[in-house]
């Protein structure tokens, strides 16, 4: 069955302090694997997908890898504005659906 | 990208009652699925929404419960039937672009409460 861990469950940085979110997975063939950030009360926002070992992704502060078994979320010099819920979730090669099996997500607070 | 418009956003609803939650794209998708986000959880699949035929459900969901429509390529419905204070969650609708479907989006969502 295919699964998806996150952690830190919380991680708390210092604005500036630069930190990465870890996404370890199993599952039966990658698709891809994709993070999203939520902020309270709205809806996941699509940050990146990554499909397959050694890619990497950037977009503004952030930059997401993937290796065989895990991707990281990496933040540099972060921003009170980057705080919200990071969730990450793959999709498998199984099955008749496309759908994203999600993680519990890290919720990051980044304090001024 | 796509986007992805949800009605309601909010309501309140009476025990034994149903309420059905509409989606629009305002593109073209492969694919729309509908997702339960619980208070201070993740995501859960309820069903994918297939067009012109029956949805597919995950494992705990059924149909009686969470009846699905998606008669086009943008638009989709999902009613919660039968409603008890434990239905009380967010729903989110979602739509993947592409061959593959490797750009999901997500709408706002629908935030049902059940008294």
């Known amino acids: 069955e295919d699964q998806v861990t996150q952690s830190p469950e919380a991680l708390r940085l210092q604005e500036g302090e630069s930190s990465s979110l870890n996404c370890s997975y199993t599952v ?3 698709r891809g694997l994709f993070w999203y950030r939520q902020d309270p009360g709205k809806g996941p926002e699509f940050l990146f997908t990554l499909y397959s070992a050694g890619e990497e992704k950037e977009k503004e502060r952030l930059k997401a890898t993937l290796t065989k078994k895990e991707s990281f979320l990496h933040i540099t010099a972060p921003k009170p504005e980057d705080s919200a819920t990071y969730l990450c979730a793959v999709q498998g090669l199984g099955g008749a659906t496309n759908k994203l099996i999600f993680g519990t ?3 990051l607070a980044v304090q001024p | 990208s796509a986007v992805i418009s949800q009605k309601p ?3 309140i609803c ?3 009652t149903s ?3 509409q989606c629009q794209v305002d593109s073209q998708v492969t694919m729309m ?3 339960r986000q619980q208070p201070g959880q993740s995501l859960t699949l309820i069903a994918t929404a297939n067009q012109g035929s029956e ?3 995950e494992s705990g969901f059924v149909i009686d419960k969470f009846p699905i429509s998606r008669p086009n390529l943008t638009f989709s419905t999902l009613t919660v039937s039968n409603m008890s204070p434990e239905d ?3 729903y989110l609708c979602s739509a993947g672009q592409g061959s593959t479907g490797n750009t999901i989006y997500f709408g706002e969502g629908s935030w049902l409460t059940v008294v």
Request: no cysteine.
């Open chain 2, 9 to 11: 956003s909010r309501d």
């Open chain 2, 88 to 90: 009380s969650s967010i």
């Open chain 1, 28 to 30: 039966s063939g990658l």
């Open chain 2, 55 to 57: 949805a597919t459900y």
């Open chain 2, 33 to 35: 699925f509908w997702y």
């Open chain 2, 19 to 21: 309420l059905t939650i």
């Open chain 1, 105 to 107: 997500g890290t919720l």
């Open chain 2, 14 to 16: 009476q025990r034994g």
